[in-house]
């Protein structure tokens, strides 16, 4: 009897690490220039991406943004949030000191565009932006960074200076195995629209922005 060919079982994608599919330089803000980098494989299948920003081997952690999408305040300049002002922020200072903004498909803290609408119309009603998200029946903050982590991993990013005020974007980076040695504050982007949310952020999620 011929011996039977050996088949080896397929591995499941899940359990395979995230790797980079693609590079792409795009010259962006004022000049500057990106690589833009996509990839196989990510945790929860969206297409999530990095940008590469900045000198190389500078002797210093590369300085890591994780920015969650917010079409309204990214692309419309939405005064009702600060999404906005701390992409641009991110960008330049990134460029300046070298390393990455990864930018995540996250609507909304993780509920979509449609129900952030429905929770910005709840705020104009008088919730806060927790309290809207909760009438809507979510959780404060769905977002996981999971794929976060894998893509820095991908490239061999395991130690990083992180640009937020969030803390849970801190926690959940080093669950997932990236060391943040350091916590950089963005700066204030406060005006008479984002007053309450920027307030809400403090006091309910601790995120360390200054007020005064």
């Known amino acids: 009897m011929p011996a039977q060919p050996l088949t080896l079982p397929e591995l499941s994608p899940s359990v395979l690490p995230a790797s980079v599919r693609q590079r792409v330089p795009i010259p962006i803000l004022d000049g500057i220039l990106g690589t833009f980098c996509s990839f196989h494989r ?33 692309l419309f300049g939405s005064q009702k949030c600060d999404c906005g002002p701390q992409l641009r922020e991110a960008i330049f200072r990134i460029n300046s000191e070298g390393g990455y903004l990864l930018y995540l498909r996250q609507e909304g803290r993780g509920i979509g565009l449609y129900s952030k609408l429905d929770a910005y119309q709840l705020q104009g009603e008088g919730l806060d932006t927790y309290d809207a998200n909760r009438r809507l029946s979510f959780a404060d903050d769905l977002r996981d960074y999971a794929s976060a982590a894998s893509m820095l991993r991908a490239l061999d990013v395991t130690r990083i200076r992180l640009l937020s005020n969030n803390p849970d974007k801190a926690a959940q980076l080093t669950a997932h195995g990236i060391t943040v040695a350091e916590q950089v504050q963005t700066g204030t982007y406060m005006n008479t629209h984002n007053q309450r949310y920027l307030q809400a952020k403090v006091l309910r999620t601790h995120h360390k922005i200054n007020l005064d």
């Open 42 to 74: 990510l945790p929860d299948g969206k297409e999530h991406f990095l940008v590469e920003l900045g000198p190389k081997n500078t002797g210093k952690l590369p300085l890591v943004r994780l920015h969650s999408e917010c079409m309204t305040g990214d």
